[in-house]
């Protein structure tokens, strides 16, 4: 095998599958790439074996064939040659040259027949989806799935398919059992139940995507969910198990509604976590008619008060939360203003954008 290819795409194309090449693997052929190239393009493929990428890209003085080398080896040395073209070329027992102008190097490589096949990614039936769209729906949900091993469920993203006032929407939920989000588009899928793809399965996607601008196709095959542009194909193993009825979590009785400007809101909150990182994260917020006090503390690491303008003609009511978790859905949220919706001291609280409709976020009480 030999082709040449320019460098900063070579290096792009790399960089994406970084995070899916396992270096701490008990199986050594993960840690590694498998790139196959015929008719002037070549394909770059990563596998952890629940999470798999493939980039195609051009390349010119193609000779067929197929090589596989340490993927994060590999990136580091495309990144230090100098010059704008690069040639690959296979040696004898899977050793590799790559050469740029006058620098040379020669990595050992594996037996490409050792590296996993890649799965089928012929889905019996897709739909399309932006790809910056997908990307903000998973930016506004998946940090509040599980990270806790022992609820494999939960570390994942629900996905569905809903039908609400006669529209279909592409809906994401994920929760940990503390907090929950929720975030829906209006577009049909070709999803007959709903699936839960894995937190860090999603995560990748993301950081794959970057900032294309193009549509993707989303499909599923057996077990796996598979989306796709025209240079790139990601497969996601799917989790098993049932995801819990997360629509009793959101409540629907709340009618005490605070209106919070959010950076006021965050700069309060950051302030009072200065304390409350040392007793469990706990805040308390007493509210009343146009203001917020936000207390936390103890004797032994001290105490901290404020006080914020909020829009609340309702009955006073005193509720405590998690202030890491609310950070978390404030620096999620892109308005100038939310909506706090609450029922009593010790029920959760829906946190919702201003003057948008299509996501929200559910955070359970604290006793303190």
Known sequence: MKFVIEKDMLQTNLGKIQGIAERKSTIPILANTLISGENNRISIVATDLEIGVMEITEATKMEKGEICVSARKFYDIIRELPGDQIEVQKQENFWVSIKAGKTEFNLPGLDPKEFPAF?????????????????????????????????????????EQATRDKKDYFRMVATDGHRLSMIEKEI??????GIIISRRGLTELKKILGDTE????????GNNCIFKTEQTTVVIRLL?????DYHQVIPGANKKQVIIDRREFIGA???????????GEGVKFFIQEESMEIKTGGPDVGNVHEEIKVIYNGKPIEVSFNARYLLDVLN?????????????????????????????????????
């Open 188 to 193: 049909k899928t070709t999803f007959e139940k």
């Open 240 to 244: 098993e198990g049932e995801y819990p």
């Open 214 to 221: 193009r549509e993707i196709t989303v499909s599923l095959e």
């Open 269 to 279: 909150l950051r302030r009072a976590q200065v304390i409350a990182s040392e007793k």
């Open 119 to 159: 799965p089928s990614t012929e889905g019996t039936s897709y739909f399309n989806i932006d790809a910056q769209v997908l990307a903000e729906m998973i930016e506004k949900t998946v940090f509040a799935a599980s990270s806790e091993e022992s609820r494999f469920n939960l570390n994942g993203i629900y996905i």
């Open 332 to 368: 999620n949220i892109d308005t100038e203003k939310i909506t706090v919706n609450l029922n009593e001291e010790l029920s959760p609280g829906l946190i919702k954008p201003m003057d948008r409709e299509d996501y929200l976020y559910v955070i359970m009480p604290m006793r303190i």
